[in-house]
């Protein structure tokens, strides 16, 4: 079945450390999108991608890196520059170009501790 | 510009009773729709879309919901609830054109009692 995979499922960091959560999809999907979840508070864009190789700065984008290597692959980077990373992160993907009537897909998630 | 607005962070109801969340939205130009239920540690799932065909949409678990444009409402129902309805629900909102553009209400808990 196609889906969306995301690991670990359960990730602590150190302080100073810089940590990586990996999105994975076989949908075939062009888009991909990294979201922040906060106890209380919707879905905040991080980063989005609508291209190997290239991708764009959402709403809350400090102290967070991507990549965009490969179609099936967008690897989120939490950087010691973010002061505040417990949160619960979403991978989503969705079909590319101008369809914004095509819903998003979403991964289970990675929930982000500091120790 | 774009938004929604969830009218209620909690709603509780009794098993077998009808379900309504209400999602309000704005946008500048005709809106794409989506609710979106979450459960407990885990990822969204689309349980309806709307995107300018019929205003009345039906999705999965016998959930509906209405597109109201003089209202500018979008308000998620089901005529009785079961206990595995427990979630979380998000209302969403795009526009068609732009793939990236998509506003998240700050979501719904559902809690079903025996």
């Known amino acids: 079945d196609g889906g969306i995979t995301q690991s670990p499922k359960y990730l602590f960091r150190k302080e100073g450390q810089n940590v990586t959560l990996s999105c994975e999809q076989n949908?075939?999907?062009?888009?991909m999108y990294w979201y922040r979840q906060d106890p209380g508070q919707g879905l905040r864009l991080i980063y989005y991608?609508?291209?190997?190789?290239?991708?764009q700065k959402g709403d809350i984008a400090e102290g967070y890196s991507v990549s965009r290597e490969k179609k099936e692959s967008f690897p989120l980077t939490v950087t010691s520059a973010q002061k505040n990373p417990t949160a619960f992160y979403l991978c989503a993907s969705r079909p590319g170009g101008a369809v914004g009537n095509q819903p998003q897909h979403f991964g289970d998630g990675t929930r982000l501790s500091i120790l | 510009a774009q938004s929604v607005t969830q009218l209620d962070s909690h709603v509780s109801v009794s098993e077998g009773t009808p379900v309504l969340l209400r999602c309000n939205y704005s946008?500048?130009?005709?809106?794409?729709l989506f609710w979106y239920v979450q459960h407990p540690n885990k990822g969204l799932q689309l349980l309806l879309k709307y995107t300018s065909a019929a205003t009345l949409v039906k999705g999965i678990n016998g959930f509906e919901a209405e597109f109201k444009k003089s209202e500018t409402s979008f308000h998620l129902t089901k005529p009785s609830a079961h206990m595995s309805d427990a979630a979380e629900y998000f209302c969403?909102?795009?526009?068609?054109?732009?793939?990236?553009?998509?506003?998240f209400g700050a979501g719904t808990r559902l809690t079903v009692k025996p």
């Open positions: 991608s609508q291209i190997v190789n290239d991708f």
């Open positions: 969403v909102v795009s526009v068609l054109w732009n793939n990236n553009d998509m506003r």
């Open positions: 946008s500048s130009y005709s809106p794409s």
């Open positions: 949908l075939n999907h062009d888009a």
